[in-house]
């Protein structure tokens, strides 16, 4: 199970950390992906670690403004996106799978509810 918190509303430039907390699987073995949707197109990729925290990958449109990491003690991963734009605004999602690279919602086990992000201009 993953429980993904920390959307909001938030003014173009700025900045929110989502979390994303899993539970019931060996969240340590898995990698783990952040995807998000925006209202009437289909879900996309946003950026990826491997299970140890030593391997990322990064869409072209977040990379140098998102980052993502991980806790394996606390069996958590974030997503800190900076230099927010309207055209992140999205639910986002976050997902667990095996596979690396792993861009493809097809290569996850495991996925959260998602949290809204409004990014306002």
């Known amino acids: 199970q993953l429980q993904a918190s920390g959307g909001g509303l938030v003014q173009a430039g700025g900045s929110l950390t989502l979390s994303c907390a899993a539970s019931g699987f060996p969240f340590d073995t898995y990698g783990i992906g952040w995807f998000r949707q925006a209202p009437g197109k289909e879900r996309e990729f946003v950026a990826a670690m491997g299970w140890s925290g030593g391997t990322t990958y990064y869409a072209d449109s977040v990379k140098g403004r998102f980052t993502i990491s991980r806790d394996n003690a606390k069996n958590t991963v974030y997503l800190q996106m900076n230099s927010l734009k309207p055209e992140d605004t999205a639910v986002y999602f976050c997902?667990?799978?095996?596979?690396?690279?792993?861009?493809?919602?097809?290569?996850?086990?495991?996925w959260g509810q998602g949290t809204l992000v409004t990014v306002s201009s």
């Open positions: 997902a667990a799978g095996r596979s690396w690279p792993a861009p493809n919602p097809d290569d996850y086990d495991y």
